[in-house]
């Protein structure tokens, strides 16, 4: 592997990561959403820059569909959500920006010590690739446990999801078929999700987590 | 001879930074001026301003200590140490050996933390205010700064600045994540660092929002005409920390031909103008924060500089 194009591809990987903070960082909806079509387009690129420099040319199919798909369809769909629900105003977190942040810092070092302690002697861009892709699945399920709100927990899966894009372009032999249907799969349960932030407002006038806990009786 | 000329472009590098400080800090106002459409004061403005100072009497508090009088010539000396000991447009000055990254942020912590004193000293309201204030963006401010000294120094393999620089000029830096996260975070210490706008405004006397303005309100003539020119010299050693790191190219070599050292200084003046340019557009472009908010931009910078050390054991192995 050349310098300049182990640097370029791993200088977005490292984007993705950045991105992922940045998603933690925002505590606005409509930012966030922002925010992941920013995510989902750094992985885009980083997925066409693998392509050119693997020569797997179906690999750049499955960066047409983070594209098409995560930058561009799905925050157009979920900004439509927040505004019929009337939420696009709103702030909303379980724990601080500044301690989130922290605990990212330590997930992003644990997939670090993990990834290059047992990875020690793959190619060295699969693996740096998967070291990134650890800490970006880590910060979007972090991301999920730090948020109370239904449509930005959807958020921080949709960021696991590119995660594991990620693993699998850095991997080399992961089928199209799997990439197709996993990409598939993703807008299914995004549409399924969709419709159950509607079932939820309906029912309970909000989509914040914590009225679900108070009406299982988990809290208080 | 050579230790002569060696010591005589070190005084130019002196001369040169306390002579383009204020010329930096008036261009950076005219640029924000003409962006508002305003005419703006002249690029001369802050020079008048010192030399107007410079005559006037001194006022001092009838309960100042002789901390308050010594301290503003110990702000400037080191602020003028640090300064002169950034490469600026040439590497391998002649006490580039003490030119340690370390040591010149613990240069301009002291200098900070003496200002912090003699906001305290007069006893007013408004010199505490600014003095904790100032004293908590510090706390924020400074372990970010380490990180990404620690981040330069682990890739670099030095924390000496003449060395690093040269290093950053060869091909083999290539594009890195790290760097680039560490560029972000230094961008943002050096805002806050310089009492810049999401941070401080740097123009205002407002009493709910100002930090460095609070801490020398008490201050006059001479006194006062000794920090002002410090913190523009800070903000000259800033940018010059940021070009020799990140942007060391047209940098002068170690000689003594005047040809190259001219290219140098053109180069390094090239860069003040961008570089004072792009500040006066952010300032612009953003709002004032709120003092709460100050941590989390901050913290910010802290992650930043945090991810970078990280992401540079990643890399670790090519």
Request: charged share 15%; aromatic share 8%.
């Amino acid at each position: 592997m050349h310098g300049l194009t182990f640097d370029i591809a791993h200088l977005l990987a490292g984007s993705l990561v950045v991105m992922s903070f940045v998603q933690l960082y925002q505590d606005r909806l409509s930012a966030l959403i922002n925010v992941f079509a920013a995510h989902a387009l750094v992985l885009a690129l980083s997925v066409a820059w693998q392509a050119f420099a693997q020569v797997a040319p179906h690999l750049y199919i499955t960066a047409a569909i983070a594209l098409v798909f995560k930058a561009i369809i799905i925050p157009v769909a979920l900004r439509r959500i927040i505004v019929r629900l009337g939420i696009h105003r709103e702030i909303e977190t379980v724990v601080g920006v500044g301690p989130a942040m922290l605990l990212g810092i330590g997930l992003v070092a644990l997939s670090m010590v993990v990834m290059l302690r047992v990875t020690a002697d793959a190619d060295p861009l699969a693996r740096e690739d998967l070291a990134f892709a650890l800490s970006v699945v880590l910060l979007g399920l972090l991301m999920m446990v730090t948020r109370r709100n239904a449509v930005s927990q959807v958020i921080g899966f949709m960021s696991l999801e590119n995660g594991l894009v990620l693993a699998a372009t850095g991997a080399k032999g992961m089928p199209l078929v799997v990439e197709i249907s996993v990409a598939f799969s993703v807008l299914i349960a995004f549409i399924v999700i969709g419709i159950f932030l509607f079932r939820i407002r309906e029912r309970f006038d909000t989509v914040d987590m914590q009225a679900m806990d108070r009406f299982r009786g988990e809290q208080r | 001879m050579a230790v002569i000329r060696e010591l005589a472009i070190q005084s130019m590098q002196m001369l040169l930074v306390l002579f383009l400080a204020p010329l930096l800090t008036g261009f950076v106002r005219k640029v924000k001026a003409r962006l508002l459409r305003r005419q703006g004061p002249p690029l001369s403005q802050p020079y008048r301003d010192l030399v107007r100072l410079m005559r006037k009497d001194v006022v001092l508090a009838d309960n100042a200590s002789w901390l308050f009088r010594v301290i503003p010539y110990f702000i400037f000396a080191a602020t003028w140490i640090a300064a002169s000991l950034v490469p600026t447009f040439r590497s391998g000055l002649m006490f580039s050996w003490s030119a340690d990254l370390i040591a010149i942020i613990a240069v301009l912590g002291s200098a900070r933390f003496f200002l912090a004193l003699a906001g305290l000293d007069a006893g007013t309201s408004f010199g505490g205010i600014g003095s904790s204030r100032e004293v908590m963006i510090a706390s924020l401010a400074e372990p970010a700064m380490l990180m990404i000294v620690f981040t330069l120094a682990l890739i670099a393999g030095s924390t000496q600045l003449s060395t690093m620089a040269a290093f950053m000029n060869s091909p083999e830096v290539g594009l890195r994540v790290s760097l680039g996260l560490g560029l972000i975070a230094l961008i943002i210490v050096a805002i806050a660092e310089n009492a810049r706008i999401p941070v401080d405004n740097p123009a205002t006397h407002l009493e709910l929002t100002m930090v460095h303005e609070a801490m020398v309100l008490e201050y006059s003539g001479r006194h006062l005409a000794l920090i002002e020119l410090s913190a523009a010299l800070k903000l000259l050693v800033y940018f010059s920390l940021i070009a020799c790191l990140f942007a060391p190219w047209g940098m002068s070599p170690p000689t003594t031909e005047p040809l190259p050292l001219m290219a140098g200084v053109a180069a390094y003046g090239a860069k003040l103008v961008v570089g004072g340019v792009l500040l006066a557009v952010f300032e612009t472009a953003i709002a004032k924060m709120r003092v709460f908010r100050v941590p989390g931009f901050l913290g910010a910078a802290l992650m930043l500089a945090l991810l970078a050390t990280l992401l540079r054991f990643v890399s670790r192995s090519f």
